[in-house]
């Protein structure tokens, strides 16, 4: 097994390129890039990529039969994919990618809370884990408001002559307002898509196959509602620019690098592993933000991060020494069963 070190070293490095994908997407936005045309063709060209992951994947080991129920829950999994891909690239069209960054790490506190609506968490403010999940939601909410609603002083300016990426000014308080809105959503969604993807892979154990049927079914229906939404026909037309660089960016290394990845290093270490890496995004967001694309750092924005950083971390504090007890109790619990049968029914609820 790989080092956590180097495995914190590709974490970031994922991190950085998800990051990146923002940055450029708001710098091709800015230069007239239709979002709704961007999620058809970055899904589209990441199909041969996840065609050859899978392939390479089942050579061995093919994958399990498909029925009719997991296609059709594989669509719905598309449908709340295609969602959150236009929610979150409409909110860094009216925001900033530092936002949406931000917005992002609200996912523990809503994953949180939709597992204790499903009962797949239990909620006890007699344990200090469930009372730390509950206060770091609390905060990591409040976090996310206090960036949205409040702007305050700026702290970094950049230079109207400087040459960035991004051709147009600031987006208006109200933009930015929907802009963090749209944002909170797409990370809700993505909550509730994490719940469902998991029963997904439980009856069906071939995530290779899960991510390339999903991401096709994304490509037809981000299609539907591109043509819907976009009627210039020249928003179709593929430019040699960096409207294509962003494109081909997003494919490669997001759509089918980013998650194939993300798998990988949740066999390895565990979900919670990747998920502590999130606020790692809004420093580098803002870096690469005011860096290249000439954006003004407000300090709401920074104290907003800091809020949600310290929830985030207070969210998985409390899920980490949960687990940490779990995995004493069990062996524990196998050391009475061998000396003392009924000893079980004390463990047992």
Not at 276 to 289: R, T, Y
Request: hydrophobic share 50%; net charge positive.
């Amino acid at each position: 097994m790989m080092s956590s070190v180097k495995l914190a070293l590709v974490m970031i490095i994922v991190v950085s390129l998800d990051m990146g994908l923002s940055n450029i997407t708001k710098a091709a936005m800015s230069r007239g890039m239709s979002q709704f045309v961007f999620v058809v063709y970055s899904n589209l060209f990441a199909l041969p990529c996840l065609v050859l992951f899978s392939f390479l994947f089942h050579r061995r080991t093919p994958p399990p039969p498909l029925t009719p129920s997991i296609i059709c829950r594989i669509f719905v999994l598309g449908l709340i994919s295609c969602s959150i891909q236009m929610l979150m690239y409409v909110g860094i069209r009216y925001s900033s990618p530092t936002l949406a960054s931000a917005m992002s790490d609200l996912l523990p506190a809503f994953t949180f809370v939709l597992a204790i609506i499903t009962r797949m968490e239990n909620l006890d403010f007699r344990a200090s884990t469930s009372c730390a999940k509950s206060i770091g939601t609390i905060v990591s909410i409040t976090g996310a408001l206090t960036m949205t609603l409040y702007e305050g002083p700026p702290i970094v300016f950049t230079s109207s002559t400087s040459t960035n990426l991004n051709g147009n000014g600031l987006a208006p308080q109200a933009s930015w307002d929907v802009g963090g809105f749209l944002s909170a959503i797409a990370a809700f969604l993505l909550a509730i898509l994490y719940v469902f993807q998991t029963s997904i892979i439980t009856a069906y154990p071939a995530e290779p196959m899960v991510t390339l049927i999903c991401c096709s079914f994304v490509v037809v229906q981000s299609s539907i509602v591109s043509l819907i939404a976009e009627r210039n026909p020249s928003a179709w037309r593929l430019r040699p620019d960096f409207e294509l660089i962003a494109i081909v960016y997003a494919a490669v290394f997001v759509v089918s690098l980013r998650k194939v990845t993300s798998i990988w290093v949740i066999r390895q270490k565990g979900p919670f592993f990747v998920a502590m890496f999130e606020p790692v995004g809004i420093v580098i967001a803002v870096v690469m933000g005011v860096t290249f694309l000439g954006d003004t750092l407000y300090l709401g924005s920074v104290v907003g991060a800091v809020i949600i950083a310290i929830g985030f971390y207070t969210v998985m504090w409390g899920k980490a020494k949960e687990e940490k007890i779990l995995q004493d109790i069990q062996p524990h619990g196998m050391e009475s069963s061998s000396h003392n049968g009924p000893l079980l029914q004390n463990i047992t609820p």
